[in-house]
């Protein structure tokens, strides 16, 4: 990550036209050298930095704030924005922006402020991806789900991000509550071949993006991840200790395909199923 590189896209118009209370404005995927820092100066919309890798750092009402990698924060309009790259390596981060009558008042209501930062895990790529494509249609319906895609880009922080009234026993509960729902989900459903991240969320009831970072959060696995070391750690043991078929420990481990089966046995510990047993 050593060479700089600026992608943005912009809407034709500078305010959201027809009905539209809010609109995304624009959007980036920048990397930037260490030591970069951005001239200071007011920008009359709500800007979302999203970092990636490396960290940079944000001054938010006078305070400067690090943005390691997982982390957001944000610009009401009107506010000085000030960003710089914070430490020895290159910052990579997305941004997006939204303007319109409603766009601050919408966003303060979903319990964001002006003054902080939110831990939220890696962003959703194929949100960014739509909302880019949404943005270069310069038609009406173009613009109205440009505004839906970045709204569900702000909403999926929000559904992940601590009211700043909580108390820390409240995060605390809150915190072992879904860390608890998260491993009865895995630990009753591992065996079936048909569970994964979709049934997972479903079953939390939590959209899959928002289930995957606060997941990662929680657990520093992906919920994919998590699911797959759980299954081979259970297939070891069946392999070392019992002299089941091997397809059939496949399927009682939660692989339909005994040869996908295999290979993830291979990718952990070097060596098909067949060997492990004869060690």
């Not at 944000?58 to 790259?85: C, D, M, W």
């Amino acid at each position: 990550m050593t060479d700089n590189f600026y992608r943005q896209l912009f809407r034709p118009s500078k305010q959201p036209t027809g009905m539209l209370a809010f609109g995304a404005r624009s959007l980036g995927h920048h990397r930037i050298s260490p030591g970069w820092q951005d001239f200071p100066n007011p920008k009359p919309f709500v800007e979302f930095f999203w970092s990636v890798a490396g960290t940079g750092s944000i001054v938010l009402k006078g305070q400067k704030h690090r943005l390691p990698p997982g982390s957001v924060a944000l610009y009401f309009p009107n506010e000085t924005h000030e960003v710089s790259t914070d430490g020895p390596g290159a910052w990579e981060y997305r941004w997006w922006t939204m303007d319109g009558a409603l766009a601050a008042p919408m966003i303060k209501s979903l319990g964001f402020s002006g003054n902080t930062t939110y831990n939220v895990g890696p962003p959703p790529l194929s949100l960014f991806q739509q909302l880019s494509e949404h943005i270069s249609d310069v038609t009406h319906a173009g613009e109205v789900r440009a505004a839906a895609t970045a709204f569900e880009l702000v909403s999926s922080i929000a559904a992940i991000t601590r009211p700043h009234e909580e108390t820390p026993q409240q995060r605390t509960r809150s915190d072992q509550s879904f860390r608890t729902a998260a491993l009865d989900c895995v630990q009753s459903s591992w065996t079936d071949p048909g569970f994964g991240v979709s049934q997972m969320a479903d079953a939390l009831g939590l959209h899959r993006s928002v289930l995957s970072r606060r997941f990662y959060l929680e657990f520093g696995l992906s919920p994919s991840d998590y699911l797959n070391r759980w299954r081979v750690q259970n297939a070891l043991t069946l392999l070392s200790e019992t002299n089941r078929p091997i397809h059939d420990i496949a399927r009682s481990c939660g692989w339909d395909d005994p040869n996908y089966f295999a290979r993830c046995i291979r990718k952990v510990t070097g060596r098909p199923p067949r060997s492990i047993r004869r060690a």
